[in-house]
Nanobody
Framework: EVQLVESGGGLVQAGGSLRLSCAAS????????IGWFRQAPGKERERVSC????????TYADSVKGRFTISSDNAKNTVYLQMNSLKPEDTAVYYC???????????????WGQGTLVTVSS
């Protein structure tokens, strides 16, 4: 069974930092692209960042470039999202997914975690 379990969300003041974790199981982790999407109230879900575990390449939304860093530990089957200089507009539910279709030909799965809430206060 494919599972993605997020952790690390919470409440933080603007300018602060949080690190999200996504523990994956049920598939060959290092062969897939894994990433983070987010959905704010009243808005569509958007891609935040993805990492291609087969070669380590990454992609970021323009709104988080320079502030967020995605990384992966293939030994632990875990992807991290380090979020620095957080802004109130980063407030959203963050979802881990194996459905990062950014790179043509890279393995993806239509699998999503349950989401973790990040709230940034001004």
């Amino acid at each position: 069974e494919v599972q993605l379990v997020e952790s690390g969300g919470g409440l933080v003041q603007a300018g602060g930092s949080l690190r999200l974790s996504c523990a994956a199981s049920g598939f060959t982790f290092h062969d897939y692209a894994i990433g983070w999407f987010r959905q704010a109230p009243g808005k569509e879900r958007e891609r935040v960042s993805c990492i291609n575990n087969s070669d380590g390449s990454t992609t970021y939304a323009d709104s988080v470039k320079g502030r967020f860093t995605i990384s992966s530990d293939n030994a632990k089957n875990t992807v991290y999202l380090q979020m620095n200089s957080l802004k109130p507009e980063d407030t959203a539910v963050y979802y881990c997914t194996a459905s990062c279709t950014y790179w043509p030909g890279v393995n993806t799965l239509d699998a999503w975690g349950q989401g973790t809430l990040v709230t940034v206060s001004s």
